[in-house]
């Protein structure tokens, strides 16, 4: 079953089902929290630092909850070390998820 996708310009549906959200990492932050657009990626100001992938599982995390899907369910794919990144959420989870919450203009 595939999910219904709002139409924002950083989300992909894959053919398995599954989908890619490329986000815009701001780390450092006070907290973390969208902060609308940035090209085609989701901007995303985060609270942790770029330290030794520290950004990156802290990315994956918020947005398995603020999708309201498991954690292993969202991987990242592209961008270790880079600001610009992909994250792949799985199928059978990417259907049940709350596209909506990632709304950029709040």
């Not at 992909?12 to 973390?32: E, F, I, S, W, Y």
């Not at 909850?65 to 994250?87: F, Y």
Request: zero cysteines.
């Amino acid at each position: 079953m595939s999910p219904t996708l709002p139409a924002f310009p950083f989300l992909q549906l894959q053919k398995d089902g599954a989908v890619l959200v490329t986000v815009h990492v701001m780390p450092n932050a006070a907290r973390t929290q969208i902060q609308g657009l940035h090209d085609e990626a989701l901007r995303v100001r985060l609270h942790a630092p770029p330290v030794d992938g520290k950004a990156n599982l802290a990315l994956q995390a918020w947005l398995a909850e603020t999708l309201g899907v498991p954690k292993s369910a969202v991987e990242l794919v592209r961008g270790a070390t880079a600001r610009r990144k992909q994250l792949r959420v799985a199928a059978p989870r990417a259907a049940g998820a709350d596209w909506p919450r990632l709304d950029p203009a709040g």
